[in-house]
């Protein structure tokens, strides 16, 4: 079966710019969770959403956002981007809310921005 | 949030088993320690989960200490595809949702 699709793999933006970066979890799957992942920060939670619902948020200024749909694909949003929103964007899915076993994670979204 | 402390580097030569260590002393009573890896340019990918007692499934085997205040991930036979970077993460669960805090990882190197 399909893994956690995300899109697009790479992306290039201006300081100033915004983002939206998609997510598709694998069939089934309703909860979805974003990562930031930095060299210098590592893998920090972004949030978590269940149901069209966000249900946990990390330690993010509010330029970060996001939203699920009912087929439970996912966005998130970065606005007013800045050097250093520079990362790895990885999005995972569960099939339920507090799932025991582990996340699937997808390949993530490149951004830089210059 | 519970904090893990890992060794920054180990390396393992081919077909031994490699034993990562990982420190979690303020781990509370519901909190779940998972293991994770992420090899260069992917996504991390999931290698297994305890609470209190040890697991073992076809990647790998868990051992977790009778005060939960560490574990030991361990692959029996390394090959050269475990060269990655291995996350022990702590699973908060916060009314129902939850979020993995990852530390910095051991990046494991497995040698001819």
């Known amino acids: 079966k399909a893994g956690v699709t995300q899109t697009p793999r790479y992306l290039i933006k201006t300081r100033g710019q915004q983002v939206t970066l998609s997510c598709s979890p694998i069939s089934g799957h309703r909860s979805v969770s974003w990562y930031q992942q930095t060299p210098g920060q590592g893998l920090q939670f972004l949030f978590e959403y269940f149901s069209e619902t966000q249900r946990n948020k990390g330690n993010f200024p509010g330029r970060f956002s996001g939203r699920q749909f009912s087929n439970s694909r996912s966005e998130m949003n970065v606005s007013t981007l800045e050097l250093g929103d520079s990362a790895l964007y990885l999005c995972a899915s569960s099939q339920f809310l507090g799932e025991e076993n582990g996340y699937t994670f997808g390949s993530g979204t490149r951004l830089t921005v210059v | 949030d519970a904090k893990t402390t890992q060794p920054p580097s180990m390396d393992c030569a081919e077909g031994r088993a490699a034993n990562l260590p990982c420190n979690h002393s303020t781990i509370s009573g519901n909190e779940y320690v998972y293991w994770y890896r992420q090899i260069h340019s992917q996504g991390p990918q999931y290698i297994i989960h305890?609470?209190?007692n040890n697991e073992t499934n076809e990647m790998a085997s868990l051992i977790i200490t009778e005060d939960r205040k560490s574990s030991t991930l361990i692959l029996p036979h390394a090959t050269l595809r475990d060269t990655a970077v291995y996350y022990c993460i702590v699973r908060v669960a916060i009314q129902g949702a939850q979020k993995l805090v990852f530390g910095q990882g051991t990046r494991l190197t497995i040698n001819p």
């Open positions: 305890g609470l209190k």
